[in-house]
């Protein structure tokens, strides 16, 4: 988190060659939308800080028979079966390539997750899956046709109030629900859908739509299984539903300027450590899930959820608490390592977090939200305070940014389109004032409704808090609908 020094000019220009990231190995290359043959730009962002590798015992092999190795024909039966299984992971792995190569630009279908291992000393291998749906699939009747479902997996979203609103085969548009017969069970079955476990609170608002949903009554595991087109809501009184008490601060003193975080104050901001490190920030959105950067996940150990640990309710490094397990790492199949585009994970806990005074959830941004240029937002996190520095602070940092629009942004002074549509900056365009190395996958939250809401994931940016070089973040509106679906699919 890089603090302004009136008394000394920015930090020099910091680049990926400073600190080189443990390889990508070739399934990474096909799931992370790249060919293998290309290689990835030097693209500047806050590189996550690994602990160096500790080299263990070395581990005796099996004795698998090849042919180069073993001439014996004793055991016939074994050879030809370990040919057989080499012949046929080769294949796949040709599969596997094929398709990167042929889909791997345009974003792949592949769903690529890795989850805790029922041996905690062992690494858990990636496990891809791929999503297939039947000829006649129809999204959000109810019935799910896709293997991964997710035919129905953006049928809800929340409009201005938490206003609830559902998309049906029967219409095709987001309408609003009537609140007419809705009740707590609806409530804690649609959050449950969404992946948020029971619901905080739902209540009733009064729509300006002219047709809404009716609750029909019949039972339906999801939520546009149990509602009908209407002409109107009686009274115009439409669901507004909260599944989780989101964006609250229990500590409000806020000081402009770069300084130390207190306690309570941004209670949603969770450190990430690597076999003991902290390596990137990540923001709590649920009991179960946090939200990071695709990209403090590189290589093949960093995919391990058994090398992580998660600390909530943090504001420093010299006093961890009791840490949270990582069930699943869950890496969007549309990130590309090459612009960092569509920079954002999601780590699936093993147990729900207990919310208190200082461990609360950031509100993901709601439908139609915006995050104005000049608006002032914070971010937050444990990274260097120096560019020149590869060490993460011990205390955690909050600073006050300005989003900035992006055609400025993208100006040949600044990143010259380097932003894509699904990226922000935010900072000051004459410097002082930004993230900086350690902070990946961190919180850039602003405040409105009376709640703190995620405009963006700390992604990346040239430098730190250098004129006209502002932190580029992962848009979170524009991976809302993955963040969604995946939380979904993982109820389903």
Known sequence: MAKPDPNSPPPPYYTLDLHTQPPLKSYEEVVYGYKPDQKPQSHPNYIPQYPPTVVGPQVTQPNIPHQKRNRCRQNNAQWYGGALAALALLTLLGLAIWLGIRYGTRGTVAIIYFEESEDQGSESAPLPDF??????????????????????????????NFGLQVKTAQDGRFLPV????????????????LG???????????SQETTGLTLTGEPSSL????????????????????CVDCGRQQSTSRIIGGNKAEAGQWPWQVTLHFRGSHVCGGVLISSDYVVTAAHCFPSDSSLSVDNWRVYGGVVSLDALPEPYYVKKILISEQYNSQTNDHDVALLKLTSSVTFDDKVQPACLPLTGQTFAPGMQCWTSGFGTTDANQAVASSDLFEVTVDIIDSRECNSPKSYSGQVTKNMLCAGKMEGGKDSCQGDSGGPLVCEGENRWFLAGITSWGSG????????????????LPWISSTMQREEF
């Open 131 to 160: 999503d297939t749906c039947s000829n006649n699939t129809v999204q959000c009747d109810a019935i799910r046709d896709c293997s991964l479902s997710s035919d129905e997996a953006n049928c809800v979203r929340f409009g201005r």
């Open 178 to 193: 009537c609140y007419q017969g809705w009740n707590q069970s609806y409530a804690d079955q649609l959050c449950a859908q």
């Open 196 to 206: 948020f476990g029971k619901s905080f609170v739902s209540k009733v608002i009064v």
């Open 223 to 242: 939520i546009q299984g149990s509602v009908n087109v209407s002409s109107s809501c009686p009274n115009q009184q439409t669901v507004s539903l909260q």
């Open 464 to 479: 730190c808090g250098l004129k006209n070089k502002p932190g580029v973040y992962t848009k979170v509106s524009s991976v």
